[in-house]
């Protein structure tokens, strides 16, 4: 089981998009691509055939795991995960500050 998983709300905690908050859409190794963080400039080239416009276009590039923290929704703030075990063998993972499990 891992920390962080796509489709997790997480907050920038440091860097030039920090207390930025997002949803992971894919994770890449160490790294994630968070939607609206971490954004940069292509140059794209036009393809006629494909349908593809050309320009300057905003791509999410990723960001490294061990600069956002899951955001807690009762707390407002970053949080730390671990991992418990519920009564019937399954294992979850829960807010380390307020003792709250993530995905039940």
């Known amino acids: ?11 920038v905690l440091v860097g030039k998009d920090k207390g930025k908050q997002g949803k992971i859409v894919q ?3 160490n790294r994630l ?6 954004r940069a400039k292509k140059h794209q080239k036009g393809n006629p055939n494909a349908g593809i416009q050309g320009g ?4 999410d590039m990723p960001i490294d795991i061990s600069n956002v923290g ?7 703030k970053a949080d730390r995960v ?5 009564e019937d063998g399954k294992k979850v993972r829960y807010f ?6 993530v995905d039940a």
């Open 56 to 59: 300057i276009i905003d791509k």
């Open 82 to 86: 671990g991992f418990r075990f519920l």
């Open 70 to 76: 899951l955001y807690n929704p009762e707390t407002k």
């Open 33 to 38: 691509l968070v939607e609206g963080i971490n």
């Open 1 to 11: 089981m891992q920390k962080l998983k796509q489709g997790d709300e997480v907050i």
């Open 27 to 29: 994770k890449i190794g």
């Open 96 to 101: 380390k500050s307020t003792n709250e499990v």
